[in-house]
């Protein structure tokens, strides 16, 4: 088992910056990937903000691109993501995440995969 564990979430103004941090813990040997996904409310599903590989591959969303930087410590076991120039439609619970199995591009996080509590970033306009 993996137990993520998140901080940094917010209230923060249009165009200011916030930087999350999660923190993996156990059977952490299996995990090849960490990412962070959002959820707006009402929406059942998660959509990707960015996932950084263990061999230091990135992918971002479209969305967040050139404002979000996704970085990892393999000694501290954790995975950050900083993000600026934030925007009212940034607002989100962000969640962090380590897939069971293998990520790969395109992959949709299932309920199975581990993931962390969730923190709550609003961005006022």
């Known amino acids: 088992q993996v137990r993520l564990v998140e901080s940094g979430g917010g209230l923060v103004q249009a165009g200011g910056s916030l930087r999350l941090s999660c923190t993996a813990s156990g059977s952490i040997s299996s995990i090849n990937a960490m990412g962070w996904y959002r959820q707006a409310p009402g929406k059942w599903r998660r959509e990707l903000v960015a996932v950084i590989t263990s061999g230091g591959i990135t992918k971002y969303a479209d969305s967040v691109k050139g404002r979000f930087t996704i970085s990892r410590d393999n000694v501290k076991n954790a995975v950050y993501l900083q993000m600026n120039s934030l925007k009212p439609e940034d607002t989100d619970v962000y969640y962090c995440?380590?897939?069971?199995?293998?990520?790969?591009?395109?992959?949709?996080?299932?309920?199975?995969?581990?993931w962390g509590q969730g923190t709550q970033v609003t961005v006022s306009s």
């Open positions: 995440n380590a897939p069971r199995g293998t990520w790969y591009n395109g992959r949709i996080p299932g309920p199975d995969d581990y």
